[in-house]
């Protein structure tokens, strides 16, 4: 059974850093890109960053303003995104998703499987 297991959220004070963490089982994602998506309550739910699956590329949403970084350990069967700077409207449910492609991906329909998410809160 394949799982993506997301975990590192919580909560934190505006300003403050997180490490979110994706551990995949049931197969190897080193040829898959990966990403994150986020959402908010009340909003539909959007692309944070992707990350090619040699993770020589990446690409991020134009709102993470360099403040987040997206890495991966193949040998972990595992997928980082690592938030500074951490704003009140970063505040939702992050999601680690397996792309179908080996590289970056930016849609939801790009990819196959989910994990089931981490909360984020930020406080002001």
């Known amino acids: 059974q394949v799982q993506l297991v997301e975990s590192g959220g919580g909560l934190v004070q505006a300003g403050g850093s997180l490490r979110l963490s994706c551990a995949a089982s049931g197969r190897t994602f080193s040829t898959n890109a990966m990403g994150w998506f986020r959402q908010a309550p009340g909003k539909e739910r959007e692309f944070v960053a992707t990350?090619?699956?040699?993770?020589?590329?990446?690409y991020y949403a134009d709102y993470v303003e360099r403040r987040f970084t997206i890495s991966r350990d193949n040998a972990k069967n595992t997928v980082y995104l690592q938030m500074n700077s951490l704003k009140p409207e970063d505040t939702a449910v992050y999601y680690c998703?397996?792309?179908?492609?080996?590289?970056?991906?930016?849609?939801?329909?790009?990819?196959?499987?989910w994990g089931q998410g981490t909360q984020v809160t930020v406080s002001s």
């Open positions: 998703a397996a792309a179908v492609l080996p590289e970056v991906a930016r849609e939801e329909y790009e990819y196959a499987y």
């Open positions: 990350i090619s699956w040699s993770g020589g590329s990446t």
